[in-house]
């Protein structure tokens, strides 16, 4: 992961948006996850990016630009349960390479 | 059915013991992997099966072993540990590991070495 960079920890109010960003330095990837990962559980996968642009799926959107070397994760209508770790990995060549995670801490 | 499972939840092993982790898959997928993941930390890929062959060992210490029995199994032999061992060790599998593929994960089993 240290090539990939997220903020550690982020804060947002219930009912709102929040944005994740995650940039790299490595430009050979063939495509770039988001997973969701509740402390002591497993990832689950979310959202993925091949080419360049928005992808929406429900709540979730995660956008990728390869020439900036910059992704974002979008959550809408948070919720309570949003609380997590969110990891952005790299899928080079033959497995991921996460990122350290971004805390989300969702509050009343 | 998307599910991953691995057994047992949690473990706890001197350094002297031999144990095994245990994952398994009903989903026909080709590819499994096993990842360390530290607190705090990310996953870290430890080994990737491919069609029940090993395809990539990132560099593991060799009292880490792993075994791919059948296409739907996937075991790590585990022998003189150490301390620093301690993690969540998470399995997940993809359709054929191509990147397209989503990588779905097992619960972990949280090792504990003494």
């Known amino acids: 992961g240290q090539n990939i960079d997220q903020p550690t920890e982020m804060t947002a109010t219930e009912g709102a948006i929040v944005q994740i960003n995650c940039t790299y330095q490595t430009s050979g990837f063939n495509g770039l996850f988001w997973y969701q990962q509740h402390a002591g559980e497993a990832p689950t996968f979310l959202s993925y990016?091949?080419?360049?642009g928005l992808e929406e799926k429900g709540r979730f959107s995660s956008f990728l630009s390869r020439s900036k070397g910059y992704s974002y994760l979008l959550l809408k209508e948070l919720q309570m349960k949003d609380s997590a770790s969110y990891l952005c990995a790299l899928f080079r060549g033959y497995a991921l390479n996460f990122g350290k995670g971004t805390s989300l801490l969702v509050t009343p | 059915d998307t599910e991953v499972t691995q057994t047992p939840k949690h473990l706890v092993m001197g350094m002297t013991n031999k144990k095994s982790l245990k994952c398994e898959q009903h989903m026909g997928h080709r590819a499994m992997y096993w990842y360390k993941q530290k607190a705090k930390k990310p996953p870290e890929l430890m080994f990737v099966y491919s069609y029940e062959k090993l395809s990539i060992n990132e560099s593991v210490p060799s009292r880490f072993s792993p075994e791919c029995p059948n296409s739907s199994l996937l075991n790590l032999h585990l022998h003189a540990l150490q301390p620093e061992d301690s993690a969540l060790y998470l399995c997940?599998?993809?359709?054929?590991?191509?990147?397209?593929?989503?990588?779905?994960f097992g619960p972990g089993t949280r090792l504990t070495v003494l």
């Open positions: 990016n091949v080419l360049d």
């Open positions: 997940a599998s993809s359709q054929s590991g191509d990147h397209t593929d989503t990588q779905y």
